[in-house]
């Protein structure tokens, strides 16, 4: 089973790898980036189709 990180943690691995000499607004862009990802992810979850599904989407709408 795949556990997903709290947000503390996703937060205390980006500071990690910032340099100490960050701004805050440096900061509050890659929590935003983060952000995106996370919610870009979620998304990706919960609006898939199987391939075939895929395919058969694409030939009604090239046949039209």
Known sequence: MLRTMSA???VQLLLK?????CSLEDIQYHLYVLEKVRHGLDAAK???VSQEEAESRLSKWLSE
């Not at 790898?17 to 000499?21: A, I, M, S, Y």
């Open 17 to 21: 790898k910032l340099p100490d000499d």
């Open 46 to 48: 919960s609006q898939t």
């Open 8 to 10: 503390k943690h996703e």
